[in-house]
């Protein structure tokens, strides 16, 4: 059985995904779960904003409806059927549904006095707390629409500029449009009270805030707005990684949350950041300090899935050469899977995508592992008791890729590519698809 499985693997190839091209730049894409699954993906061409629908499974075309520039559309609450919210629109005006019916007016989500500023890094400095930074109020706050009417749950955030050097996406180059989409907050349903209701968590520039749910009702107000960042020391230059996940064993959710600084980090920390049901994510407690970088990439039941990569060795001759970095992958204390990541070592940053781990594409119930670490390539590694097949079971041929966007429902991968000659290329990875389906029989 297993000398089978070793044959087949020697003549695996690698596959084209089945891949689909739309016309302009994609600045963002969003995964909308439900009975008909969608990827929902924004393009910019000849000056005209437009969201293109697919059908997740097959990238079937759902449609496509121009929206203004500068909108930003979010997935409040991935919930399925009546309990999910819904996917609105920002625009200079407020937000509309995605039919375009107006929820709310005169009141945005994300706010900026002056937008002329995101492009010009040289007028930053003439405010802030820190020499040669600017500030500016970016986010009011997060709308809300479930079955009733829409609601802006209060949510302020200051963006940060700096002269001379650029900060999280905010550069020079960059449009308004492209720097909103990477402010936005990240947005979680988990459980963080122990009742059995997944309550809306949102995770932004290093905050915590947390609105709890009930059966049918989303809170007015936070139950905890928790400077992450500040709990557990790490200052304004440093990158943080928080995932949510209950790694204690009780039914709340903690937050796990990996620091680093610099685009090759030569040491890494990480804190589990809890606390009691009545005072949740009140203390900070160290979880690891190690050399090089060790981010905390997702969770297996109460075990970190952990991505290790030896900066050290980036100045290493073999390195230069070869332009790789070895990464290792484990689960909890686990045997690592040994994979590899494109570096720019002149540059100084690393070109390959970090693995997804948060999709069980062949349905077993173990979450497996999707290798983006190399450019036009995707290596598929199921899940085995304590860690992940050695060797892949599938791999991809994909276009460079500027977005991952994890389907967990679905289960699947999809790519958006790097905008190139006015053409966005979008791909999807799926076990079941078709051609791309290479399993021994
Ligand atoms: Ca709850
Ligand atoms: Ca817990
Ligand atoms: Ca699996």
Do not use: N
Request: glycine share 12%; with cysteine.
């Amino acid at each position: 059985m297993a000398s089978t499985a070793l044959a087949w693997l020697v003549f695996l190839v690698a596959a084209p995904a089945p891949t689909l091209a739309i016309q302009g730049a994609a600045v963002d894409a969003l995964y909308v779960g439900g009975e008909h699954p969608e990827l929902w993906v924004s393009a910019t061409a000849q000056g005209t904003r437009r969201l293109a629908r697919f059908d997740a499974r097959d990238l079937a075309p759902r449609g496509v409806a121009p929206v203004p520039m500068g909108a930003l559309f979010v997935d409040a609450c991935p919930l399925p059927g009546a309990k999910g919210d819904q996917v609105v629109l920002q625009d200079a005006a407020g937000v509309t549904d995605v039919e375009g019916d107006r929820l709310v007016l005169g009141r945005s989500l994300f706010t900026v006095p002056d937008a002329g500023a995101l492009y010009v890094a040289d007028l930053c400095g003439k405010a802030g707390a820190a020499r040669g930074e600017l500030r500016a109020l970016v986010v009011e706050g997060v709308i809300v629409k479930g079955p009733g009417p829409a609601r802006m749950l209060a949510l302020s955030h200051q963006a940060r500029a700096y002269s001379g050097r650029v900060h999280r996406g905010l550069r020079p180059e960059r449009g308004y449009d492209a720097a909103l989409s990477l402010y936005a907050p990240r947005l979680h349903d988990v459980d963080v009270d122990g009742d059995g209701d997944l309550d809306l968590a949102l995770v932004h520039e290093g905050r915590l805030t947390v609105f709890r749910r009930d059966a049918d009702a989303l809170a007015e107000t936070p139950v905890v707005s928790r400077d992450l960042a500040g709990a557990v020391g790490a200052g304004d230059d440093a990158d943080l990684r928080v995932r949510l996940a209950d790694v204690e064993g009780d039914p709340r959710v903690e937050a796990i949350v990996g620091v680093t600084r610099g685009a090759i980090p030569e040491r890494s920390q990480a804190f589990v950041v809890g606390g009691e049901q009545r005072t949740p994510f009140a203390t900070a407690r160290p979880l690891w300090q190690r050399e090089g970088l060790a981010a905390p990439l997702g969770v297996r039941g109460r075990e970190l899935v952990v991505a290790e990569v030896d900066t050290s060795l980036v100045s290493l001759s073999g390195v230069l050469l070869t332009g790789k970095v070895p990464v290792r992958v484990r689960v909890g204390e686990g045997a690592p899977l040994s994979l590899s990541a494109k570096a720019d070592v002149r540059a100084g940053r690393m070109d390959g995508a970090m693995p997804v781990v948060s999709v069980d594409f062949d349905g077993d119930g173990t979450a497996d592992l999707l290798d983006l670490g190399e450019p036009a390539r995707a290596a598929l590694h199921l899940g085995s008791a304590g860690g992940f097949a050695l060797d892949p079971v599938t791999v991809w041929e994909v276009p460079s890729f500027i977005h991952v966007v994890p389907m967990p429902a679905l289960p699947g991968v999809a790519l958006i590519g790097a905008p190139k000659g006015g053409v966005t290329k979008l791909a999807v990875l799926r076990l079941t698809t078709g051609a791309a389906r290479r399993r021994a029989p």
